[in-house]
Structures are given as C-alpha cells and as structure tokens.
C-alpha cells in the first residue's frame, strides 16, 4: 500500500531542545510538504521541495530547518529558535507542484 | 498567506440534509480542491476543480466555481454522521505549493 508515514504520531520535549519529525513517502512524488496547523486554524506551510538536495522556505520557516537526502524522505528539525513550537504538524507529498496533496496523520508536538 | 476564505466557519445540520460550503479566494488560480480532515488525522483530498470548468461531481459531492467571483462552493448531499469533520478549500497556481483556507467545521447530528 503506498502513502505517507509519519512518526512519531505523539511527541514531548522541553523547551530548548531541537526535535525531528520524520516524514517517509512510497509514492514515488517528487514534491514533498511540510504544514503547520494550530487549534481551529488552516494549514500554514513551513518548507517544501520539489527535488531532491532542494527545498524552499513556506510562509513560517523561522525556527525550522528540513533536509531532502532521498526522494522518500523529508524529516523535519523544529529547533530551539522556534518561539512557539506546539502545533500539529502534517507532512504531505505530490506528483508535482499544486496538484492533489497526500498527506501523513500527522505528529503532535508538545514543547513544555 | 492565506488565500481561500471558508464561510461559514462552523455548520451543524441534521443527518439527511444538504450542506453548503462556500470558499473565496483573491488571485488568479489554475485550480481549487476540497479536502476533508476527520479529527486529529491527516486531510484527504476530495476533488479538484480546474480554472476551466464551473461544476464537477464525484458521489454525493458537488463543486462548482466562479473564477469571475473568485469562490467555490462544496455541497454534500445527503449527510451523514461520518460525514462530520473539518473541509478546507486549497488553490493551486501553477508549480505552487497549495494555499489552504482556514476550514468550515461540519457537525453532521443523527
């Protein structure tokens, strides 16, 4: 079954510390996404590539940093320099750019 | 930035009836799409309707768009509970990433 995976699906860290998100996709999409979404609010986008070794800032990159090494996989690094780091955040993947998105379920950050 | 615009923001009707949601948008599109998202899990996408075409159906659901108006609307028909979650409007411009709307949350009662 091809999709969207993403671990892990709950998170705890205390304040300071960087944290990754893993996103992996068996799709074969050569774009990859990563949104932010608060409580009662739409998605806000972080950092998006399209290519592999290429990646570019979204609306609210501050504090966040990706990598895209392999097609499969688009980890993201919520960092200390995040002023508000407790979100959900959702991965998503597409053949190419502004065609339909498929997204992960998601990983729940909590940063105490 | 936020591009689509969902009104109303919350919807509650009874299982059986028509619900209506309505999207607006500010720029030029290529395309607009409508994805669901149950609570705490990931959006699915629902469809997809091109700058070029003014309604598209797929099951229960009927989209339409007004490029003159710049807004959509997603009607489901025939409701059901397990049609209760949150529905986003999303525009595409060419190679873009989509820009989501902040959602229209639906209560569907039995």
């Known amino acids: 079954d091809g999709g969207i995976t993403q671990s892990p699906k709950y998170l705890f860290r205390k304040e300071g510390q960087n944290v990754t998100l893993s996103c992996e996709q068996n799709l074969n999409h050569d774009a990859m996404y990563w949104y932010r979404q608060d409580p009662g609010q739409g998605l806000r986008l972080i950092y998006y590539?399209?290519?592999?070794?290429?990646?570019q800032k979204g609306d609210i990159a501050e504090g966040y940093s990706v990598s895209r090494e392999k097609k499969e996989s688009f980890p993201l690094t919520v960092t200390s320099a995040q002023k508000n780091p407790t979100a959900f955040y959702l991965c998503?993947?597409?053949?190419?750019?502004?065609?339909?998105?498929?997204f992960g379920n998601g990983t729940r950050l909590t940063v105490t | 930035s936020q591009q689509g615009e969902e009104d109303p923001q919350a919807l509650s009707i009874q299982e059986g009836e028509n619900a209506t949601m309505n999207c607006s948008y500010k720029?030029?599109?290529?395309?607009l799409q409508w994805y669901r998202q149950n609570s705490g899990r990931g959006l699915v996408h629902l469809i997809l309707i091109r700058s070029n075409e003014r309604e598209k159906h797929s099951g229960r659901l009927r989209v339409t768009l007004d490029t003159s108006k710049k807004s959509s609307s997603l009607l489901i028909t025939a409701s059901r509970a397990a049609d209760t979650a949150s529905y986003f409007c999303?525009?595409?411009?060419?190679?873009?990433?989509?820009?989501f709307g902040k959602g229209t949350r639906l209560s569907v009662i039995a």
């Open positions: 999303a525009t595409g411009s060419g190679n873009t990433p989509l820009v």
């Open positions: 590539s399209q290519i592999v070794n290429d990646f």
């Open positions: 720029t030029s599109i290529n395309n």
């Open positions: 998503a993947s597409s053949m190419i750019g502004g065609e339909p998105l498929h």
